[in-house]
């Protein structure tokens, strides 16, 4: 039924050799036959001579690379600055498809924030038995020290990128939540400047919602939330430095906010307040957006060796002085086996529906997910709840049966480590690969950023694994992007 509807309208031209396997593709499926600015795109694609689109995309990506757009990949031996690599090949949503994400993001936001500041005050949530006690005090990334401490506007989560992923119907389901430092916000950004660059007559005339607003929302809401009685409050961006693999965006994050981007020695605590060096002497910070990991944020509290973060910084924080943003503690809010729990805190926090389900998730630390997930390995998705970046899962149908073996060992060994998930059968794009346009499969990562209120950046980063037939699509794993268009109408 796809191929047919695909050929009714691409019979000659760039996709005349584009097959869609029995997935939902989002190209030739979404708006079909009924969205005019869709038929218009799809027309003006498939107009293009392979050639001149590979051209095009070379010119692209060589413009990521002379502007530093880059990401570290660390080996045994080198650390290796690489361009994401980038797929001309817009994904494109629907106005209507759009306000579901756009609601449903707000209520998870919403949800995370309420969550983080019941468990660090009066722990309803664990009394009343909606989420296991140990599961959120025993977390790893439960902070103490954040008990009794409020936080302006009940805001712990200021920044979020909510993993989306597309089922064979077209219905997006969250894969996961990202609530502590997520990055890949700058691709977003770039890869529309790349793509109206090199493509502008693709998006002539098509009513795109924009996504270079979100610098100024950002320093806005870190604002909003700023410690009370500052007029106004100086924001800066605190980084671990040039050896970290996503310092690109560090960089352009602090020019697009139009704040200054430091390092831990560039701060101080003097009496409980943090202050910036500059050579016209100290200047009063009061609010940092960090992208250090909490265990390397405050030597006198958390890793002694640190040499990334600031001394004091904690007790100045837990005064009221400074905001931090993300919150210390933050990362018990999007571990995976939590994740599993947020439909049942949505209901109990706001009384409603989720608007985007979860993926049916097995927690291995329960007697029963660990027992389905065993009998079911082969058939599953399991991974580690506290890694990221496709690290430390196994995707059981394209497992071997001594991969399989040896995961099941660790599984026994450390059960509540470890979710499991269905496959789903993700979504996919065209994409352009060596022998012409081919599918490949899409995820898609939508940035919310709060202060007083939630505001979230139109489209996100869809996110592509280039290899036939993989579901991976972190950058770590050899996964590129995609400018993600959002019709503004």
């Known amino acids: 039924m796809q191929e047919g509807r695909m050929n009714e309208h691409m019979s000659a031209g760039l996709f005349s050799s584009y097959k869609v396997p029995d997935f939902f593709c989002e190209l030739m499926n979404s708006g079909a036959g009924s969205d005019p600015q869709i038929e218009m795109i799809r027309s003006r694609l498939n107009a293009l001579p392979p050639d001149d689109l590979r051209d095009r995309s070379a010119i692209a990506e060589q413009e990521f690379y002379n502007h530093g757009i880059t990401f570290t990949v660390y080996t045994d031996r080198d650390a290796i600055d690489r361009i994401l690599p980038f797929d001309l090949i817009p994904r494109i949503l629907q106005q209507k498809e759009w306000q579901t994400i756009d609601a449903g993001v707000q209520q998870r936001v919403r949800t995370l924030n309420m969550f983080l500041h019941d468990i660090y005050h009066d722990q309803k949530v664990l009394k009343d038995g909606i989420i296991p006690r140990d599961l959120v005090v025993g977390n ?27 089922d064979e119907q077209g219905n997006f389901l969250v894969l996961e939540d990202n609530a502590r430092t997520p990055s890949g916000v700058s691709y977003v950004i770039e890869n529309r400047h790349a793509t109206l660059r090199v493509f502008p007559e693709i998006a002539a005339g098509i009513d795109l919602m924009p996504v270079d ?88 509290v958390f890793n002694p060796g640190s040499m990334l973060g600031v001394p004091g910084l904690v007790s100045a924080y837990r005064k009221g002085n400074v905001t931090i943003a993300n919150a210390i503690g933050t990362g018990v809010a999007d571990d995976k086996a939590v994740y599993a729990y947020l439909p049942r805190l949505i209901r109990y926090y706001l009384s409603e529906e989720p608007i985007l389900s979860n993926v049916e998730t097995h927690i291995c630390g329960e007697a029963e997910g660990l027992a389905y997930t065993l009998a079911n390995l082969e058939k599953l998705v399991v991974k580690p ?105």
């Open 140 to 166: 790893a990334n439960y902070a103490r020290i954040m008990e009794g401490v409020d936080v302006p506007g009940g805001t712990y989560v200021h920044i979020s990128g909510t993993d989306l992923v597309r």
């Open 213 to 300: 607003e979100y610098g100024m929302r950002l320093s806005s809401a870190l604002r909003e939330v700023a410690p009370a009685g500052v007029d106004q409050p100086q924001v800066v961006l605190l980084s671990p430095g040039i050896y970290n693999s996503a310092y690109f965006e560090h960089v352009f994050l602090a020019r697009e906010m139009g704040v200054p981007l430091v390092e831990g020695r560039d701060l101080t605590v003097e009496n409980d307040r943090v202050y910036m060096r500059t050579t016209a002497g100290l200047k009063p910070v009061h609010s940092i957006y960090r992208r250090i990991d909490d265990n390397f944020l405050d030597p006198q």
């Open 385 to 489: 709840v506290g890694e990221s970046g496709g690290y430390g899962l196994i995707i059981g149908p394209h497992a071997t049966k001594a991969e399989l073996e040896t995961f099941r060992a660790s599984l026994l060994a450390d059960p509540s480590n470890y979710i499991s998930q269905p496959v789903i059968r993700l979504s996919v794009c065209p994409t352009l690969c060596e022998g012409g346009l081919e599918a490949r499969h899409v995820d898609l990562r939508p940035f919310a950023v709060t202060g007083r209120s939630t505001w979230v950046l139109p489209g996100g980063l869809s996110r592509v694994a280039l290899r036939r037939g993989s579901l991976v699509v972190n950058s770590s794993q050899g996964g590129g992007s995609k400018d993600t268009w959002v019709l503004a109408s």
